[in-house]
C-alpha cells in the first residue's frame, strides 16, 4: 500500500512537472523567435534594401536574412513588404509571394508571439514591424522556431526527469520497506484484520471483567480505565487522559496506584470500599493497575470471626456444663447431697455474678453476650476475665457487629498472651463520650520487649516487663 502510494505520488507530481514544462518551453521558443525577429528588423540596411530593390532569391534582403537564419538556428526568416509580400524564404520559390499567414497585427507596428500553423508547418513565431530610418512601417520581419526542436527539448528533458522520479521512487520505495518492517515488528507480525479484532477482544474483557483495570502513561495519566475501576475508584470516562493526580484525593490509594508504595496485592480503601491493588510497570514508563475489592470478604470475614467466638464460648459453655453435671452426678452417686446442693449453688452464683456485672456496665446485648461468652472460655483456660469498674457503654452503638469483631479478637489475643503467667488476668475497658467508643484490653501476659515491637509467647519463660494492653478507638 505505501509502495503503490509512493509510485502514485511521484506519477503525479512528474506529470505535473512536464505540463508546465511543455508551456515554458513554447514561450521560451517564442520569446528566441521575436528577439531574432526585433534583431532582425533593427539592420538598417534591411529597410534600405527592402524600398530599393526587388524580391529575387539573390537579393540582399534574402541574402541578409538566410545570413540571419544560419546564424541564429530558426527554421525561417521572412521579410514581407507592406503588400505582405515575401521579400526572403527559406525555399527559394516562395519569394514574391503572399505570406500564407496574416500580416496584419505586425504591419500596423505591433509585436506578436504565437504558435501557428504555415507553410513549414508548425512553429514559435515571432513577428516585428520592419521601419525605416525616418520611422515609417516599410514591411515586417517574421521569424520561426521549429515547433519539432521545441519538443524535441521536451522529450529529451523527460528522460532526465523520469531519472529523477525513479531515484524518488526507489528512496520511497526503500523508506516504505523499512516503515513496514518496523511496524511488523511492533505489532508481531499480524495483520490489521488480527489487530482490529484484538481490540475489540480487549474492550469486550477491560469492560467485563470484575477487576478494575487502570493504565498509566509514564507521565502518571491515566490511559485507560475499564467500568468496574470507574466503580471502585469513583472515576468518570472523562477522566482519561488527566494525571492520577488530578482525579484522586490524596492518600494510600493514590500512592499505591501511582508506585509510591510498592509491594504486591497491597491493602487500601477508597470510598468505603477494601481494596487489593497489584501495580505491574510497562516498557514505556507507565504502569498497568489492577484492583480487588474486597469489601464483601472482609465483611463476612469479621462475620465468620464474631461466629466463630460464639461458638467458641458455646463450645466452652457446654463442656463447662458437661463437667458440673458429670461432678454433680458423682456426688448424688456417693450421696453427697449437701455437698451437690452447695456445689450447684456456688456454680449458679458465679455465673450469675459475672453476667450480673457485664450487663451492668455494657448495655449493648451483642457486645454484653459475647463478654459473658468470653468469660466461660476464659474460665475454662484458667484466666480471670473481668470488666473494669469504670466501664459503661450504652445502648447506641452505630456499628454494633464490628465492634463486636474487635473486641473479640483483643480478647482472644489477650487470653492467649495470658494464659501461663502468675495470676493470670484479662481486664476489659469500654467507655464513650458520646460520639466515640474507647476500648482498652489489658493482660498479665510477657508485654513487648523494650528494645522494640517484636511479639514474645508467653510460653518462652521470659519475665514479663509490663502489662501488655491493646486499644483503639
Known amino acids: ?48 534594401a527592402l524600398q530599393h530593390t526587388r524580391p529575387t532569391p539573390g ?22 513588404d507592406r503588400r505582405g509580400v515575401r521579400w526572403s ?78 531515484g524518488a521512487l526507489a528512496v520511497g520505495a526503500l523508506a516504505a520497506y523499512v516503515v513496514s518492517r518496523r ?19 480487549r474492550e469486550a474483557m477491560l469492560h467485563g471483567i470484575r477487576e478494575g483495570v487502570v493504565a498509566l502513561d509514564g507521565h502518571g495519566r491515566i490511559r485507560l480505565i475499564n467500568d468496574e475501576a470507574q466503580r471502585l475508584l469513583d472515576l468518570r470516562p472523562e477522566d482519561t487522559g488527566q494525571p492520577l493526580e488530578a482525579v484522586l484525593a490524596p492518600g494510600r490509594t493514590t500512592d499505591v496506584l501511582s508506585g509510591r508504595v510498592t509491594g504486591a496485592d497491597l491493602l487500601t480503601v477508597s470510598g468505603g470500599r477494601v481494596l487489593v491493588a497489584n501495580r505491574m510497570p510497562t516498557d514505556d514508563g507507565g ?25 467458641d464460648a458455646l463450645r466452652a459453655q457446654d463442656h463447662e456444663h458437661a463437667n458440673r453435671m458429670h461432678t454433680l452426678l458423682g456426688l448424688l452417686e456417693l450421696e453427697l447431697h449437701d455437698e451437690a446442693m452447695e456445689f450447684i449453688t456456688e456454680a449458679i452464683g458465679v455465673h450469675r455474678a459475672t453476667a450480673e456485672q457485664v450487663t451492668e456496665r455494657v448495655h449493648d446485648p451483642l457486645l454484653a453476650s459475647l463478654l459473658v461468652g468470653k468469660a466461660t472460655v476464659a474460665t475454662e483456660r484458667g484466666v480471670s476475665l473481668t470488666v473494669a469498674g469504670d466501664s ?6 452505630v456499628d454494633p457487629p464490628g465492634l463486636v469483631t474487635i473486641v473479640g479478637n483483643l480478647i482472644d489475643n489477650a487470653l492467649d498472651a495470658a494464659v501461663g503467667s502468675p495470676e493470670p488476668r484479662v481486664e476489659v475497658e469500654l467507655c464513650t463520650d458520646d460520639r466515640t467508643v474507647l476500648l482498652r484490653v489489658s493482660d498479665t501476659g510477657p508485654g513487648y520487649p523494650p528494645t522494640g515491637a517484636t511479639w514474645s509467647s508467653p510460653r518462652a519463660g521470659r519475665p514479663r516487663s509490663r502489662p501488655r494492653t491493646a486499644s483503639a478507638a
Request: proline letters at 4%; glycine letters at 10%.
Open 1 to 48: 500500500m505505501q509502495l503503490a502510494i509512493a509510485t502514485g505520488v511521484t506519477v503525479l507530481a512528474t506529470g505535473l512537472f512536464l505540463a508546465p514544462l511543455s508551456d515554458h518551453l513554447d514561450d521560451q521558443a517564442m520569446r528566441r523567435a521575436l528577439a531574432i525577429a526585433q534583431t532582425t528588423a533593427a539592420e538598417p540596411r534591411m529597410a534600405d
Open 59 to 80: 537579393g540582399p534582403v534574402q541574402t541578409e536574412a538566410e545570413r540571419i537564419r544560419r546564424a541564429t538556428g530558426a527554421e525561417y526568416v521572412v521579410i514581407m
Open 89 to 166: 524564404h527559406t525555399s527559394p520559390g516562395e519569394i514574391g509571394k503572399h505570406v500564407s499567414t496574416d500580416p496584419t497585427e505586425a504591419l500596423e507596428g505591433r509585436e506578436v508571439m504565437e504558435i501557428d500553423e504555415g507553410t513549414l508547418g508548425r512553429s514559435a513565431r515571432g513577428k516585428v514591424p520592419l521601419r525605416a530610418g525616418d520611422g515609417r512601417i516599410v514591411g515586417a520581419v517574421s521569424v520561426g522556431i521549429s515547433y519539432e526542436s521545441v519538443r524535441a527539448r521536451l522529450v529529451a528533458a523527460v528522460p532526465e526527469m523520469l531519472a529523477y522520479a525513479g
Open 183 to 201: 511496524l511488523q515488528r511492533r505489532t508481531h507480525d499480524l495483520a490489521f484484520s488480527d489487530i482490529s479484532a484484538l481490540l475489540a477482544e
Open 287 to 311: 504502569a498497568v493497575v489492577t484492583l480487588r475489592d474486597r469489601t464483601e470478604l472482609e465483611r463476612l470475614g469479621r462475620e465468620l470471626d464474631g461466629t466463630r467466638g460464639l461458638i
Open 392 to 397: 459503661l457503654l450504652p445502648n447506641r452503638l
